[in-house]
T-cell receptor, first 108, second 114 residues
Framework: EDQVTQSPEALRLQEGESSSLNCSYTVSGLRGLFWYRQDPGKGPEFLFTLYSAGEEKEKERLKATLTKKESFLHITAPKPEDSATYLCAVQSNYQLIWGAGTKLIIKP | DAGVIQSPRHEVTEMGQEVTLRCKPISGHNSLFWYRQTMMRGLELLIYFNNNVPIDDSGMPEDRFSAKMPNASFSTLKIQPSEPRDSAVYFC????????????FGQGTRLTVV
């Protein structure tokens, strides 16, 4: 059965304290892995797409990496404005299988 | 482009009433998704349209839910009759089914059924 598991459920960091969020997946025929950011009261906002093991994408303080079993979202020297819920999804055929998300809180 | 536009942003209705949620996808996108998000279940796919045709509605909870896409620029999700357990945030997302498979979401409609 296709499944996506994100950890931790919540993560509190001090401003400037780097860390990583994990997205583990089992899917038959990965067509893409997606990272989204969701702020309270808003829709998910697209961040990255990764297609194959070894691929990396960067945007500002965020870097996403992919292996055959998991993806990491690394956040370097985060700022309070990086606080949000980060969602991971994998594409199997046309469907996106979503993780439950990691709620990231960056304290000033 | 203004992105995916949903209306209304908030809807409060009484149990048993009909509710209609609306979505305008991004121009040029040929796939549209309706999702429901709750704390307990996260994001759940309700229905998927490709080129205005419903491809998979297996996520629609029951016959009280129906969705239409009469043209490429408009879709509706209707709940009749509504029940308190339908309270959730409903999102519409669209994408171009081609080289850029990522979906773009609207701001959502927060539905409260009392």
């Amino acid at each position: 059965e296709d499944q996506v598991t994100q950890s931790p459920e919540a993560l509190r960091l001090q401003e400037g304290e780097s860390s990583s969020l994990n997205c583990s997946y089992t899917v038959s025929g990965l067509r893409g892995l997606f990272w989204y950011r969701q702020d309270p009261g808003k829709g998910p906002e697209f961040l990255f797409t990764l297609y194959s093991a070894g691929e990396e994408k960067e945007k500002e303080r965020l870097k996403a990496t992919l292996t055959k079993k998991e993806s990491f979202l690394h956040i370097t020297a985060p700022k309070p404005e990086d606080s949000a819920t980060y969602l991971c999804a994998v594409q199997s055929n046309y469907q996106l299988i979503w993780g439950a998300g990691t709620k990231l809180i960056i304290k000033p | 482009d203004a992105g995916v536009i949903q209306s209304p942003r908030h809807e409060v209705t009484e149990m048993g009433q009909e509710v209609t949620l609306r979505c305008k996808p991004i121009s040029g996108h040929n796939s549209l998704f309706w999702y429901r998000q709750t704390m307990m279940r996260g994001l759940e796919l309700l229905i998927y349209f490709n080129n205005n045709v419903p491809i998979d509605d297996s996520g629609m909870p029951e016959d009280r839910f129906s969705a239409k896409m009469p043209n490429a620029s408009f879709s509706t999700l209707k709940i009749q009759p509504s029940e308190p357990r339908d309270s959730a945030v409903y999102f519409c997302a669209s994408r171009y089914r081609g080289e850029m498979p990522e979906a773009f979401f609207g701001q959502g409609t927060r539905l409260t059924v009392v």
